[in-house]
């Protein structure tokens, strides 16, 4: 009973983060907080991305903790599992090569303000660039965080079931995520959803052939 108890409560605690973070990411409360906070919605980004990080470390550290062991693995196969966490936090820096890591963090929104460069409503400059490896999935950061926290040498019932709470929360997360690059973008994000996955590169041998480059 404890342990269902256990993994309820940590299933109830992801579910609050996720629609929070998803309902805090949306455009009616981001004009919502335009109309109180005015051009120092410059800094809305950054902390968004800080309480993110911040509410998933609480999470981790004060759920509730079943230590149930699913695998252990000897030696060597506990060494040999990180070669996958290795690649997979290559892949993270590969995708950062295709996107503006400080326009993603929220620096770039607080440099234009510092400089008076405010630009559009919201001071948020979105680019489409489909090459590397957007090719292959349409979020490869989801992609890569989920190999990278999949493979490890020891599974126990908490690690997987956060694990399974971060899948569905990227899952989800990008249904909504994508509703608004499709406003952004059309017929463009469209096609290249028709013709992508989601997030596990499925089509890894027919890769997107066509380079885009576009600004909303």
Request: hydrophobic share 60%; aromatic share 26%.
């Given at each position: 009973m404890n342990l269902v108890?256990?993994?309820?409560?940590i299933v109830l605690l992801?579910?609050?983060?996720?629609?929070?973070h998803s309902l805090l990411a949306s455009e009616k409360v981001k004009i919502h907080f335009k109309k109180i906070f005015g051009q120092l919605i410059a800094f809305y980004r950054l902390i968004y991305n800080l309480i993110g990080l911040l509410?998933?470390?609480?999470?981790?550290?004060?759920?509730?903790?079943?230590?149930?062991?699913i695998y252990d693995l000897p030696n060597p196969y506990d060494?040999?599992?990180l070669i996958p966490q290795f690649l997979s936090?290559?892949?993270?820096?590969?995708?950062?090569?295709?996107?503006?890591?400080k326009e993603f963090l929220g620096l770039d929104q607080i440099k234009r303000f510092v400089d008076k460069r405010y630009t559009t409503e919201l001071d948020e400059e979105f680019t489409l660039r489909i090459e590397g490896p957007y090719r292959y999935s349409r979020h490869p950061?989801?992609?890569?965080?989920?190999t990278?926290?999949?493979?490890?040498?020891?599974?126990d019932l908490f690690y997987l079931t956060f694990?399974?709470?971060?899948v569905a929360y990227f899952y989800i997360g990008s249904y909504y995520e994508e509703k608004k690059l499709v406003r952004q973008f059309g017929e463009i994000y469209e096609k290249y959803k028709k013709e992508v996955p989601r997030i596990f590169p499925i089509k890894l041998f027919k890769p997107y052939k066509q380079k885009v480059l576009a600004e909303s």
């Open positions: 108890l256990d993994v309820s409560i992801f579910a609050i983060f996720g629609y929070t509410s998933l470390y609480l999470i981790y550290e004060f759920s509730p903790k079943p230590h149930i062991i060494l040999i599992v936090l290559a892949g993270v820096f590969w995708v950062f090569r295709y996107i503006c890591v950061v989801y992609f890569f965080s989920i990278f926290f999949m493979f490890r040498p020891v599974m694990l399974i709470c971060i």
